[in-house]
T-cell receptor
Framework: DAGVIQSPRHEVTEMGQEVTLRCKPI?????LFWYRQTMMRGLELLIY????????DSGMPEDRFSAKMPNASFSTLKIQPSEPRDSAVYFC???????????????FGPGTRLTVT | TQLLEQSPQFLSIQEGENLTVYCNSS?????LQWYRQEPGEGPVLLVT?????EVKKLKRLTFQFGDARKDSSLHITAAQPGDTGLYLC??????????FGQGTRLTINP
């Protein structure tokens, strides 16, 4: 079975440009997560969806960041306008919820390495 | 905000040695997961522990969840170069959300 698919794997853009990152979760999973990883701050949760509905976006840095999940098999994370401090590796992860009392195993994609110059 | 602190941040040892890495918090978590991440890849789940005092073994890796569900440890016996990577612990906040520690970067030298 295919794992979580992310595209592009690498993105280099200039400050001020719009960047769109894409994610296809594992088929059948009902939750999707966007994370950002840097050396300084580690792995941070930006936003997550359950059944295509945004549940918690408290980790989204500011209004320049937005995320959508139009259907169960696709999500985007958009940065507009991009800034050098947005440079990081962005991961998408998905999971299949089975209960209510503990967090579910998350399966990560390979990440998108974003460089904003 | 619940925080997870991992120690040590960096560890470099020789093949065949044993090691333990720690994950500590002042908060109680509903569950705790350990992931390993290799360069250029996403984290890969190793184990989930949910019961205070729980111990799980995965070949040469032993995971323990503290009795109070605030801390965890990962012990590797007879480390091998293939164990090299970034080890991340993650605490469950409710039904779905995870908070990650900063990670322990482990290097096993042949």
């Amino acid at each position: 079975d295919a794992g979580v698919i992310q595209s592009p794997r690498h993105e280099v853009t200039e400050m001020g440009q719009e960047v769109t990152l894409r994610c296809k979760p594992i088929s059948g999973h009902n939750s999707l997560f966007w994370y950002r990883q840097t050396m300084m701050r580690g792995l941070e949760l930006l936003i997550y969806f359950n059944n295509n509905v945004p549940i918690d976006d408290s980790g989204m840095p500011e209004d320049r960041f937005s995320a959508k999940m139009p259907n169960a098999s696709f999500s985007t994370l958009k940065i507009q306008p991009s800034e050098p401090r947005d440079s990081a590796v962005y991961f998408c992860a998905s999971s299949l919820g089975r209960g209510e009392h503990y967090s579910y195993e998350q399966y990560f994609g390979p990440g998108t390495r974003l460089t904003v110059t | 905000t619940q925080l997870l602190e991992q120690s040590p941040q960096f560890l470099s040892i020789q093949e065949g040695e044993n090691l333990t890495v720690y994950c500590n918090s002042s908060s109680v978590f509903s569950s705790l997961q350990w992931y390993r991440q290799e360069p250029g890849e996403g984290p890969v789940l190793l184990v989930t522990v949910v019961t205070g005092g729980e111990v799980k073994k995965l070949k040469r890796l032993t995971f323990q969840f503290g009795d109070a569900r605030k801390d965890s440890s990962l012990h590797i016996t007879a480390a091998q170069p293939g164990d090299t990577g970034l080890y991340l612990c993650a605490g469950g906040q409710g039904a779905q959300k995870l908070v990650f520690g900063q990670g322990t970067r482990l290097t096993i030298n042949p």
